[in-house]
């Protein structure tokens, strides 16, 4: 049973227009999400956070939504850069030690 | 090297054979955790050790596999007679404290295959 699910394994964009990827979750425990980023033969990448006790967090280009309601979250990127691309995971936790993560969704973005 | 440690990066075995596979988390870091991620799917929770007591082990597929962290620092992932359905990338990743949420910091992972 998946408790964090990324139903979109792929995603393409222009460079320049804004990337969104989303992430939906069961668990109405969960009350940390992440974003990580990962490179083929690397290891993921933390890139930005969210408490349950927001529904918006800012970094940069990067910003992640939460809708607790919804079970939903979503990462947007703008502008995007082919830098950018890359498989992109949610991660979700109620404890702060056991994180579930999706399936991730690979991002390209087209210069 | 700031960032976690994973070592070998790559190691085949024969199926039957045990592996030992290591971690060196950021320094200082209380919180170290092992995943396992197979082929097109997210990291897999194993296990997570706080300094040395091993908390939570509830991720391990089977008494094959085995977790310590002696003196809470380097870790060691041991699976024993080995089967091909153990073949995956095993990541580690460490994180500063307990206290609240903290982003866990990823090695670049041992990619395992048995044969």
């Known amino acids: 049973d998946q408790q964090v699910k990324q139903n979109s394994p792929s995603l393409s964009v222009q460079e320049g227009r804004i990337s969104i990827l989303n992430c939906d979750y069961t668990n109405s425990m969960f009350d940390y999400f992440l974003w990580y980023k990962k490179y083929p033969a690397e290891g993921p990448t933390f890139l930005i956070s969210i408490s349950s006790i927001k529904d918006k967090n800012e970094d940069g280009r990067f910003t992640v939504f939460l809708n607790k309601s919804a079970k939903h979250l979503s990462l947007h990127i703008v502008p995007s850069q082919p830098g950018d691309s890359a498989v992109y995971f949610c991660?979700?936790?109620?404890?702060?030690?056991?994180?579930?993560f999706g399936t991730g969704t690979s991002l390209t973005v087209i210069p | 090297g700031a960032g976690v440690s994973q070592s070998p990066r790559y190691k085949v075995a024969k199926r039957g054979q045990d592996v030992a596979l290591r971690c060196d988390p950021i320094?200082?870091?209380?919180?170290l955790f092992w995943y396992q991620q197979a082929l097109g799917q997210g990291p897999e929770f194993l296990t997570y050790?706080?300094?040395?007591?091993?908390?939570?082990k509830s991720g391990l597929p089977s008494d094959r596999f085995f977790a310590e962290r002696p003196e809470g620092s380097v870790s060691t992932l041991k699976i024993q007679r080995t089967q091909q359905e153990d073949s995956a990338v095993y990541l580690c990743?460490?994180?500063?404290?307990?206290?609240?949420?903290?982003?866990?910091?990823f090695g670049d992972g041992t990619r395992l295959s048995i044969l």
């Open positions: 320094s200082g870091h209380v919180s």
């Open positions: 991660a979700a936790s109620a404890t702060g030690n056991q994180f579930y």
């Open positions: 990743a460490s994180s500063l404290t307990i206290q609240g949420h903290q982003p866990q910091h």
């Open positions: 050790f706080q300094n040395e007591a091993q908390l939570d």
